[in-house]
């Protein structure tokens, strides 16, 4: 099991969760014992070892190196430490006896103080979901600057498709807000648009897009070009608009076909052959006529 690489205080606590905050702390000390179990879930499904060997990263290296990701790597394990918080708090919020103070919640000490309402716990519940999901993906986005990590198995679990995060999703939909529900459901959507799209431009090609996503390896301009088109046609996709991924589709596939050597991977596809394919006209000018046909 994996030992935690990270030391966590009632102020981290409750600046990852403000609703938390109290002058008191039973509410953190009722989370607490849950960290170790939190921190080693998360440590299996997003972090492996390449990401662990992150945090363990030591304040002489940090000054020393020249590597860009070392820029970053505080960033990373403040992520972590507030994924913890929000992912132990969830674990066990239904368990405790919430009750409402002037900075947030607490958890009920007497019988003189009533708990708070189910609808406020609900909406405390779906806030920390939210703020989870968040927190969760800006530890994948900050451990894909980590060398190695896009090869791992973390990483293929946790960016599965071209369309992964909150912020990419909102950014090209405009949307403001989602419910954990919503987004659970919108990313089961894009699954299915994955699936699609790789018939359309082939498995070769996807994963070799995926594997700019995840930071194995740079893209070029062109690249880059299609991968915004594959974002969009995904999100249109996900969404039933097919009148506008039809359009989408097709400067897609144009733009492929004026920059082919660019996606030999694609280009010695049998999805480029099957965009490709005409259906045989039997004329009685054709070599191949059949008669009767």
Known sequence: MAKMKIQISKDDFEQSILAATSSHSEVFESVEPHFKESYQRISKQILGEVGE????????????????????????????????????FLSVVRHLDLVLTPTGFGVVANNEVSPASSSRVEALIEQCRVAFISSQQTVLALLCNVPGWGKTLQAKQGIQTIVWSFDAYRFLTGETSMTSKEWASKLAAMQEAD???????????????????????????????????????????????????????????????????????YANSSAYKANHFKEFNNEKTKPAFVFNA
């Open 53 to 88: 060997k992150a945090l363990e990263t030591s304040e002489e290296a940090l000054e020393t190196s020249s590597h860009p990701w070392y820029n970053n790597s505080e960033e990373l394990r403040e992520a972590v430490i507030k994924t913890v918080c929000l992912d132990a």
């Open 195 to 265: 699936a699609t799209i790789r018939k359309l431009v082939s498995d070769e090609q996807m994963d070799d897009i995926m594997s700019q996503v995840r930071c194995e390896r740079k893209s070029n301009w062109e690249e880059n070009e299609v991968r915004v088109m594959l974002m969009r046609c995904m999100i249109m996709l996900a969404n039933g608009m097919l009148s506008a991924y039809s359009n989408e589709r097709a400067r897609l596939l144009s733009y492929l076909d004026k920059n082919l050597d660019k996606f030999p991977l």
